[in-house]
């Protein structure tokens, strides 16, 4: 595993956390859950920005994009109550799809 696969992780758990925590502060109701979502969001774009030193852009950035649904929708089901229909499971399905075929064409620069 290259050091630019380890940054892109914590990115995706960073931005999840930082969104679940926004999404927690009610719009800009609950300043503590705000600016801990807006710390961990922001942090999730300096190690973005160091995984793009191994692996290409578009795929480091469609990886991240496309986790970070399949991660958030996880977090919204188990600790929001959130319920999805048939068709957005087939669409985060094809999403998961999109992010393991881009990675197999090949990440690294």
Not at 29 to 36: E, R
Not at 76 to 89: A, D
């Amino acid at each position: 595993m290259k050091i630019g696969h380890l940054y892109l992780a914590l990115t995706v758990i960073f931005d999840s956390i930082g969104v679940s925590l926004l999404n927690k502060a009610n719009g800009v109701n609950d300043l503590k859950y705000l600016l801990a979502g807006l710390f961990f969001v922001n942090l999730s774009l300096i190690f973005i920005s160091m995984s793009f030193k191994t692996i290409n852009i578009t795929i480091a950035n469609a990886s991240f994009a496309g986790l970070t649904v399949l991660l958030v929708t996880m977090i919204g089901y188990f600790c929001f109550n959130e319920r999805y229909t048939l068709f957005q499971y087939f669409c985060i399905a094809t999403i998961i799809f999109g992010v393991v075929a881009l990675n197999l064409t090949g990440v690294g620069k």
